[in-house]
């Protein structure tokens, strides 16, 4: 199993520009998240889906962020204008609640916004 | 004030101590819990679930206190590789697959 995979490792851009972050789930996964850590905060929950749908995206922080999941196999986080205080790594996770509720992680992306 | 509160530490110990964490949660609703490990510049990983009945894996022991609203992380005969962020995890209700994390307690095991 490949396990979630994000990209990409690290982004590195100038504020104002459009960011896009990618992420696929664990094939067979019904539910995937999008996470940002940062030391301040800590891992903040920003949107989750269940089956493609948007479920809760109370943790986005305001109308610069989006997220799309087209399919069961793909989800797109964007950032757009990206501002310095974007500057974070943001996780994609998959699981599927049952048997257990184990969420799988990607390795993340480091965005950096200058 | 935060749903899953930690002690972000650090905790330094010798190898072979024995150390706990604490974590409270304030949503009364929630009906599972979690720690994650996650080290250095890596991805969080799920370390054991937490059962109101106790959960004991080799020589990490999770408990549930409802009626506080706590959980604690017991690290026995701690070794040099159990050195980490600890990271506590709610999920927030019962038709909910909204899984809060705590900043993490961080751990330092020193020879």
């Known amino acids: 199993d490949a396990g979630v995979i994000q990209s990409p490792r690290h982004e590195v851009t100038e504020m104002g520009q459009e960011v896009t972050l990618r992420c696929k789930p664990i094939s067979g996964h019904n539910s995937l998240f999008w996470y940002r850590q940062t030391m301040m905060r800590g891992l903040e929950l920003l949107i989750y889906f269940n089956n493609n749908v948007p479920i809760d995206d109370s943790g986005m922080p305001e109308d610069r962020f989006s997220a799309k999941m087209p399919n069961a196999s793909f989800s797109t986080l964007k950032i757009q204008p990206s501002e310095p205080r974007d500057s974070a790594v943001y996780f994609c996770?998959?699981?599927?609640?049952?048997?257990?509720?184990?969420?799988?992680f990607g390795s993340g992306t480091q965005l950096s916004v200058l | 004030r935060k749903e899953v509160e930690q002690d972000p530490g650090p905790f330094n110990v010798p190898e072979g101590a024995t150390v706990a964490f604490n974590c409270t949660y304030s949503n009364s609703a929630s009906q599972s819990f979690f720690w994650y490990r996650q080290d250095c510049r890596k991805e969080p990983k799920l370390l054991m679930s937490?059962?109101?009945s106790g959960n004991e894996d080799g020589r990490f022991t999770a408990q549930l206190n409802r009626a506080s609203q706590y959980i604690s992380l017991l690290i026995r005969d701690s070794k040099l590789s159990d050195s980490a962020t600890y990271l506590c995890v709610s999920r927030s209700g019962y038709n909910t697959d909204k899984l809060i994390f705590g900043t993490g307690t961080r751990l330092q095991v020193f020879p």
């Open positions: 996770a998959s699981t599927s609640r049952y048997p257990n509720e184990k969420l799988f």
């Open positions: 937490v059962y109101s």
